[in-house]
């Protein structure tokens, strides 16, 4: 135990004490009362809000700054205030998902002896964007800069842009190619980039070298700089007001009283227990170019996921039994899986605004070394780690759903987050000038449904709440693509009581440019990577990119004729077939081809949210509408919901009731007579478990989960009676 005061123990020293106390008392720091609070609760939380309003209203001022429509039109930043040993204070809005792996940032300086070497000053600029030190993938740069007052260090100002570009082997960010860290991009690995409150020169040409298109980077610096002085001098500001005494307690007790607020939420909302949830994701890409053979070709991940909530209120979840990493873009960092907890936390339990790092202490997480969310090695790729975070933290939210729902908060159920594939592009700009970017309208996909409404269309991603799919003109101006359409995808939310929000589809022209290359990312492909709730369906996952290459569109427009502005709603022949002559490209998952050029056509849609309820307690009025305005189709109305249509007047659809309820009836009619006993169902499946009776993806998946989880591999064996070992890994040693 150290016997020095804390206030003359070195940065280093001070974390580790701080740890120690909060494992020897419960309480973050050893705070056990909250005496400035008891003291005077309306000072506390004046505080508190103001802090708050210091970190939005620097981040406003930095997305003013950015030139990244990322960042401007849809919102790709957050900014947070620390305390010396990196906890988050208080944080802005945005992407909340890096408040804790910035701490983790932070933490990790502090660790490796930053204080010595390269030495923490006033005015300087440390960055990051290495996931193993703390950030979720390479796009996501943290800049922190330390607060001093009175010479000594009292804080930290941090804040991330999601980078549209990283210099990988692929353009863009999210660097879908990359099958090792080696193929990612530029990487600044918690580097001082920075002094006395102005960039490096030699970071900046590092980074003019590095990237396709420098210019967002650069500005995004300078932004996330200005943003972090601007919260350091209202905090500096703030101290001369209340006192450094007082400045140094009360930011600990905020964190404690954090800690203390979501174990009550977590009290008051849910029932204590343990919850069992699954999903998968699968990958596509056998004869796609640029995958090495380092890795599978089509992959499928098994994902179970154990939460566990406390008589106290604390909520552990737990990955054992999921798969290994791999030689592909989406595995993750500790650092990762943190920030998809928090983000989580922030939407479901903490969205008045008072959340900090208090709220992810009252957690914990159990992930097991070796597999996708912890890696035992530095060098894989993380690029498109959201691939499998989505997914998982989907099942998470689908958890938390059932315990609000046992303690009849059903108000609060969300049946979670979907999957966002992203496009990212790169080439020839339309200017005539080399460019890479990541494309950021995926922030406005469907949402899941919620246990008393439809889910949102067209408004939601997990990892930022704002959601907003930013504006066609502003996008226009940084691509060589000129959009001939924006649509709704009919069918694309998971059916159920209440629906699933749908997705959109764009279609573009390329336009004045002779080689651009299309990439998306982030697709599951063949199963349903997040399901629906109470009888809700998933929602479509499979991804189909269309192209035109060589098309005679510009023919047609000199002409007047019928453009195609979408895919349509046949399913066996496309708008684009209909109306475009030229060669016609369909492709499943991830869209990886030869470059495109001028006068070819392409398609890119995004994923709707799982449905909450049974489909047949949908209401017919409701339904009419969402067929009216192109959500549903009036096959998926009356087959899929037993709602019956007709038509008024004017042509619009309206629910014939009458017949609704006896096609109703039919359906509930068959429904029963195909049943049959759970018992029967398990034993019929039982004897395709004994005998393997899998696609191989499903055999591969479930080996390398068992070869890597001995719990995984003795749960499996007692639930369906057979030995799982000698199933799927028959002649290994026991």
Not at 558 to 569: I, M, N, Q, R, S
């Amino acid at each position: 135990m150290l016997d020095k005061p804390a206030s003359a123990l070195r940065i280093r020293e001070r974390l580790i004490e701080s740890e120690r106390l909060m494992e020897e008392t419960g309480c973050y720091d050893g705070i056990t009362e909250l005496e400035l609070r008891n003291q005077d609760p309306l000072k506390f939380e004046t505080l508190h809000t103001k802090l708050r309003a210091y970190c939005v209203s620097a981040r406003e001022m930095a997305r003013r700054i950015s030139a990244s429509p990322g960042v401007r039109e849809v919102g790709e930043m957050v900014v947070a205030i620390y305390t010396p040993e990196g906890d988050a204070i208080a944080l802005s809005n945005g992407i909340m998902v890096h408040v804790h792996t910035m701490s983790r940032f932070i933490k990790w300086m502090i660790r490796n002896g930053y204080e010595e070497n390269p030495r923490i000053r006033d005015g300087d600029i440390f960055a990051n964007n290495d996931a193993f030190i703390g950030t979720v993938q390479v796009p996501d740069v943290m800049d922190v800069m330390p607060i001093f007052h009175s010479g000594k260090l009292v804080g930290w100002a941090g804040a991330v842009c999601h980078e549209l570009e990283a210099g990988g082997i692929t353009p863009g960010g999210d660097v879908a190619l990359a099958q090792e860290r080696f193929t990612e991009g530029l990487f600044v690995c918690a580097e001082k980039v920075g002094e006395n409150d102005e960039l490096r020169r030699d970071y900046v040409i590092r980074c003019e070298r590095n990237l396709r298109m420098p210019i967002y980077w650069v500005l995004d610096e300078k932004a996330k700089v200005a943003s972090c002085i601007d919260m350091r001098e209202s905090v500096k500001a703030l101290i001369d007001e209340i006192g450094l005494d007082y400045w140094m307690q009360v930011s600990k007790e905020f964190i404690e009283e954090g800690r203390r607020a979501q174990l009550a939420r977590t009290r008051q909302l849910t029932v204590p227990g343990i919850y069992r949830g699954h999903t998968f994701y699968g990958h596509v890409t056998a004869g796609k170019p640029g995958y090495q053979p380092l890795g599978d070709p089509d992959w499928l991940y098994n994902m179970p996921i154990e939460m566990e909530i406390t008589a106290d209120g604390k909520i552990i979840m737990d990955f054992e039994g999921t798969q290994p990493w791999g030689y592909h873009s989406m595995n993750c960092t500790p650092a990762g899986m943190d920030g998809g907890m928090f983000v989580t936390l922030t939407q479901h339990m903490n969205f008045e605004g008072l959340v900090n790092d208090g709220a992810w202490m009252a957690t914990e997480l159990k992930l097991p070394h070796g597999t996708w969310t912890n890696p035992d090695n530095e060098m894989v790729a993380t690029a498109t780690s959201w691939a499998l975070l989505l997914p998982a933290y989907g099942v998470f939210q689908r958890l938390l759903s059932r315990s609000f729902i046992a303690r009849g908060f059903v108000e609060e159920a969300f049946v979670g987050q979907v999957n966002s594939p992203m496009i990212e592009m790169g080439g020839t700009s339309q200017y005539g000038t080399p460019f890479g970017m990541a494309h950021f309208e995926c922030a406005a996909a469907g949402s899941g449904a919620l246990a008393i409404k439809d889910g949102l269309d067209t408004a939601y991603v997990g990892w930022n709440p704002e959601s907003d799919m930013g504006n066609i003109e502003i996008w226009e101006q940084n691509m060589p693509m000129l959009y001939i359409g924006r649509s709704i995808v009919p069918n694309s939310g998971g059916a159920g009581k209440y629906r699933g929000g749908c997705s959109f589809l764009s279609t573009w022209l390329v336009s004045k440019t002779d080689h651009l290359r299309l990439v998306t990312s982030e697709h599951s492909s063949r199963v349903f990577d997040n399901g629906g709730l109470c009888g809700g369906y998933p929602a479509p996952t499979c991804q189909k990119h269309r192209a035109v290459r060589d098309s005679n569109i510009f023919e047609l427009a000199e002409k007047g004729a019928p453009l195609a502005h979408h895919t349509g709603t046949n399913p066996y022949r496309s708008e684009l077939e209909v109306r475009l002559e030229g060669e016609h490209v369909t492709m499943e998952g991830p869209y990886i081809t030869a470059p495109h050029k001028t006068g070819d056509v392409f398609t890119h849609s995004y994923n709707g949210g799982g449905g909450y309820g049974d489909v047949l307690e949908r209401d017919p009025v409701k339904t009419a509408w969402d067929v009216e305005n192109g959500f549903l189709t009036r096959e998926a109305a009356e087959g899929i919901f037993g709602i019956m249509l007709d038509e008024d007047a004017q042509g619009y659809p309206v629910a014939n009731l009458e017949a609704t309820k006896r096609h109703r009836a039919e359906m509930r009619a068959k429904r029963l007579a195909r049943a049959k006993p759970v018992s029967e169902w398990m034993a019929k499946e039982r004897e395709r478990v004994r005998v393997a009776d899998f696609a191989p993806e499903v055999k591969k998946m479930y080996a390398s989960a068992i070869k890597l989880s001995s719990r995984f591999t003795k749960d499996f064996s007692e639930f369906w009676d057979v030995d799982a070992r000698s199933i799927f890994m028959p002649g290994a040693k026991p």
